[in-house]
């Protein structure tokens, strides 16, 4: 493998024989950037030079015997909705086309301790609205497997920079699939942690009740590696939970003893393609041949995820999204007449078709008269789909699903027709409506040659049971080894 | 249900979003906030009368820290990305 296909721990194992160095390494994904991403658009910006001394200075410390942290010497991309001190942050959106943090995320501050080199700031759908970076004010990501196709959403950025031989690893952040999707588009692992596992701190808000930040990577292990950096109680983030981060790493190899594997026995949902259905298939007859017992769970309430979502999720943006007033930060329209008309012009200028339509579908479910019927509603389906959950993981450890009906998109396929786009979030919304954690893992081609991923669920605060199972799968299937091209 | 909400409703919406709208977006909002309503209708199916809402993934109240004083971001810093500032205060068009 090449310094810019390999995996973190082959890497870091390079480093730690003295066979490559950091600065080697960064560089030579910097280049990989400068040659191919002006054909995938991954990057809305790099830190070269930062980047280049970080790697340095993490080779001189490796040289003179220094401690170092988890991820010494290992580019990092970060989606563009996480803050680092000095970078733009922008949400690929106009209103933060020039906005600079003065602090860095919770997560970045982790990612410095364990002399991680950040080498730059990835594309995604506006505020992580969306499913296909379509919905970027800057540019969108093309798929490396088929640059004619989407990389996927909201974190297609961070999922095709890792496809792409750009950086080994990459955050990104989920709130209805935000990392599995692109993840599954892109044929790179990537996980939600349970809601609070990683504190959201320096996380532009989308949807506070959903969101959580997660790992890409290009094996089950490198993401272990990045989650236990990540995890872990921060006061700033008041639902960051105060529960001990196991190594997740540690026990990655050990199979699980009589693993119950749960599947949805009628899989009826609409448009699922052949392809992914045969993939889910022969994924469960893996662990079948591990094995696994595999056990049918139902979950009733499944139909109704992405109505709920789509009522619970917007309802949280209009809510977050009304700090951008063209006060404090971000951008201030040119022409106005008043105060009140400086809000609404700064807004109705700088925000996209898509942010607008979750603001205004947010808005209405929580004005009066309208309260009862759409918000409290979906909070109280909220519920029902939650204890379908703790009912199914009574009987089962993981459940086994796709993570989306199709292999990516054509780009500009679904870019008009906003509710079929939602529609694709079929199989994702409900693991960040319950909190619980998700995976995505390479599973399969389809017969276009195109990524297809499988979704493992594991209850709250089970990532090691997820990732264990995971890594189950992927030593028995080589998915995880193809790279594009 | 109507399939699609009119211009009123929109511009009504609209106003509280303070957002300021093109024609071409209110008659396009109106048609698809209209179709995603009506898809987001299927939870009338279920009966939710005994249900508790559901408002965090884990149900935490209340998270207090001790009241201490603690570094905050320096003036400059915190006005570095001020649309218009005097260098003391942000800056925002007459109220009055």
Known sequence: MSNTSATASELLAKMNSGEVSSEEITAACLEEIARRDNSINAFLSLQAETALETAREVDRKRKAGEPLGKLAGIPVALKDNICAKGATTTCASKMLEAFTPPYDAHIVEQLRAADAVLIGKTNLDEFAMGSSTENSAFKTTANPWNTKCAAGGSSGGSAAAVAAGFAPLSLGSDTGGSIRQPASFCGVVGLKPTYGRVSRYGLVAFASSLDQIGPFARDVTDAALLLETIAGKDQRDTTSLDADVPSYTKNLEQPLENLKVGYIEHLHAEGLHEDVKAATQQALEVYKSLGAELIPVELPHAKYCVATYYIIAPSEASSNLARYDGVHYGYRAKQFDNMIDMYAASRGEAFGDEVKRRIMLGTYALSSGYYDAYYLKALKVRRLIRNDFEQAFQKVDIIASPVTPTPAFEIGELVDDPLAMYLADIFTTSANLSGIPGVSVPAGMSQNKLPIGLQLLAPPLEEERLLRAARMFERETDWHRQRPE | ?96
């Open chain 2, 1 to 96: 249900m109507s399939t699609q909400l009119t211009q009123d409703e929109v511009l009504k919406v609209a106003s509280l979003s303070r957002l300021k709208l093109s024609e071409t977006e209110v008659t396009a909002l109106g048609e698809q906030m209209g179709s995603v309503l009506k898809y987001i209708a299927m939870l009338d199916e279920l009966d939710t009368t005994d249900i508790e809402p559901m408002a965090h993934a884990i149900e935490i109240s209340n998270v207090f820290r001790d009241d201490q004083l603690q570094e905050s971001l320096p003036r400059e810093q915190a006005l570095s990305n001020a649309p218009q500032t005097d260098g003391k205060y942000f800056l925002v068009p007459a109220i009055l």
